[in-house]
């Protein structure tokens, strides 16, 4: 499926009403998924990603979070450090995104939907929800926990100040290999220092 595919346009206008809802319980993650989505696609197009991984790679990315409609506000919007039971919680949004994208049977939602599911995974192994390593995780997904990752700390939430984009960037090396893939990373590396999204946080 083609990005000018008639049906790839269906399923992005369907799942973008999801997107809606969850702007009215949290407009900063709509926010932040918009700017993920975009992030993403660069890094995508870059990285020489053919037209159908392009296509799940766009509706994932926008659509990474979605699952967060099923978190409870009071775990969704504190302002504090999550415990660990709050955290096990906050993690089931990529699966509950995955079954909500899946949900929709439309042409290119099920590889969309494994995509969100992955979007936590790890390059060591050690995320979630399946423990997946190296290239048993979609490489689409890779991309977009780069992005994720990127925006999440270049952007002040009510639990944590922005950080620099030289403090982002220090802890995403650091943090390759184990978290990144480290051949993205050096590609992203490359991209986000001409980059519309770089953070301009001093």
Not at 106 to 135: C, K, M, Q, T
Request: glycine share 6%; net charge negative.
């Amino acid at each position: 499926m083609k990005l000018d595919d008639p049906n790839f346009n269906v399923l992005y206008t369907y799942t973008k009403a999801l997107a809606v809802a969850l702007g009215y319980r949290d407009v900063l993650t709509r926010l932040h998924s918009e700017r993920v989505q975009n992030l993403s696609s660069i890094i995508g197009m870059a990285y020489g990603l053919d037209d159908e991984e392009l296509t799940a790679l766009k509706i994932a990315a926008s659509f990474h979070d979605i699952g967060k409609i099923g978190i409870p506000d009071h775990i969704l919007l504190k302002p504090a450090k999550l415990d660990e039971s709050e955290w096990k919680k906050m993690q089931q949004h990529s699966e509950i995104g995955e079954n909500i994208i899946a949900s929709t049977e439309l042409d290119g939602a099920a590889h969309a939907a494994r995509v969100i599911r992955h979007h936590h995974e790890n390059f060591d192994g050690s995320g979630y929800p399946d423990g997946l390593a190296g290239a048993s995780i979609s490489v689409c997904s890779r991309i977009i926990t780069i992005a994720d990752n990127y925006d999440a700390m270049a952007v002040t939430r009510s639990y944590h100040k922005a950080k620099t984009h030289s403090e982002v960037m220090q802890i995403m090396r650091e943090e390759t290999g184990r978290k990144h893939d480290p051949e993205l990373m050096k590609l992203f590396s490359e991209i986000i220092e001409t980059s519309p999204y770089k953070t301009t946080t001093i």
